[in-house]
């Protein structure tokens, strides 16, 4: 994309205060997932504790089903997977929000409009008046008389193409009975446009003096307005928001990275905690009926 354009989405979109925000959601998004691990964590002990709990009231010849430690050992290796996976997007998280910290009170200040408008080069009026008068002015009188020449000669071939369109020589040259008339006709003929000849000339010269004109005051213009420094200027500016843009796409795709891996962990922590809700309300259910069981054994 151009880079105006690219400057112009980065703004919208608030660029360093746009970053900003899109990192504490994914602080945001980080902490729901670690809450859904610790959730899940937190039912597979308090399973744990009322399965102990029974095994020591009852004593193990009667609490005879298997410990909850035994058999969640596969939901418990997901909960520490999760947890490692956490704890490395964390610090990657608070790399990236480190760096874009830096980049918002660095190069990232270029991107934003009052700095951008600021910092953008513009051609200056010459600080002191020219010997010449206002140079500008000059510059567009040349301009503007060279498109009136312009004009002028538009309106000069369209005469000439009007003389040749009511031209009849052949006509002429057919009904005179003497052929030595012939060349004084030719003459008499080619003579309608001695007009427009002498228009072309004078027109053709006056562009000549013009463009010289043009060039002089170009020439000055560019001197006055130190139009050089300002497009070495320009170049410099172009440079640094050629910069500012790579690290500001760098900081957004770092950012949208997490973003995609949160919305899938999202997932994946769910599941996790409702798996693990399902299997800790059938412990219970089992919990239950072995009581029942024991307690009947007893009467």
Not at 153 to 174: L, Y
Not at 192 to 202: L, R, S
Not at 233 to 245: G, P
Request: glycine share 4%; charged share 30%.
């Amino acid at each position: 994309a151009p880079l105006a354009e690219e400057v112009a989405a980065a703004q919208r979109v608030g660029v360093s205060a746009g970053l900003r925000g899109d990192v504490m959601r994914l602080r945001e998004a980080h902490e729901a997932c670690a809450h859904r691990v610790d959730a899940t964590e937190r039912a597979l002990d308090a399973e744990a504790t009322e399965d102990e709990a029974c095994r020591g009231a009852y004593g193990a010849d009667k609490w005879t089903r298997p410990p909850s430690s035994a058999l969640s050992r596969n939901l418990r290796d997901k909960i520490s997977a999760y947890r490692q996976n956490l704890a490395q997007a964390f610090r990657s998280d608070e790399s990236l929000r480190a760096r874009v910290t830096d980049a918002s009170e660095g190069v990232l200040r270029l991107l934003e409009p009052e700095s951008m408008a600021a910092a953008t080069p513009a051609l200056r009026a010459p600080m002191v008046s020219t010997s010449d008068g206002d140079v500008l002015a000059e510059l567009r009188a040349a301009v503007s008389d060279l498109e009136a020449i312009g004009a002028e000669r538009a309106g000069i071939e369209a005469t000439a193409k009007a003389i040749k369109e009511r031209d009849n020589i052949m006509a002429k040259v057919m009904a005179a009975e003497n052929p030595d008339a012939h060349e004084a006709l030719f003459e008499r003929e080619l003579a309608k446009y001695d007009e427009v000849k002498a228009a072309v000339a004078n027109n053709v010269s006056s562009q000549v003096d013009v463009l010289a004109r043009l060039r002089r005051e170009h020439e000055t213009f560019m001197r006055a307005y130190d139009v050089d420094g300002w497009r070495a200027a320009s170049a410099i500016h172009v440079e640094a928001t050629r910069d500012a843009l790579a690290h500001y796409r760098e900081l957004a795709s770092g950012i949208e990275r997490g973003t995609t891996f949160y919305a899938g962990f999202a997932a994946a922590t769910a599941q996790l905690l409702e798996e693990s809700e399902a299997w800790v309300e059938t412990r219970r259910r089992e919990k239950a009926q072995l009581e029942a069981a024991v307690a009947q054994r007893a009467q």
